[in-house]
């Protein structure tokens, strides 16, 4: 299920103003933050939407 109001979910302009998508995953994806004041920042994203990380 995908919620519309997730940039993640809906992979919009936001996501990609701010992060590089590094790769797809059976059920995620990882992200690379653009802005790199803290070296190898990276978000790994499920591809369901949740709002917590225990869901």
């Known amino acids: 299920m995908k919620d519309q109001n ?3 979910c809906m992979e919009d302009e ?7 998508k ?3 995953l059976k059920s995620s994806k ?4 653009k802005e790199q ?3 190898g ?4 994203a499920y ?3 949740v709002s917590e990380i225990t869901e």
Do not use: D, G, N
């Not at 936001?14 to 590089?20: D, E, N, S, Y």
């Not at 920042?41 to 790994?44: L, S």
């Open 22 to 24: 590094i790769c797809e």
């Open 37 to 39: 004041s803290h070296p």
């Open 30 to 33: 990882v992200y690379l933050f």
């Open 47 to 49: 591809k369901k939407h």
């Open 6 to 8: 997730c940039a993640y």
């Open 14 to 20: 936001l996501v990609a103003t701010f992060r590089i």
């Open 41 to 44: 920042r990276v978000i790994v």
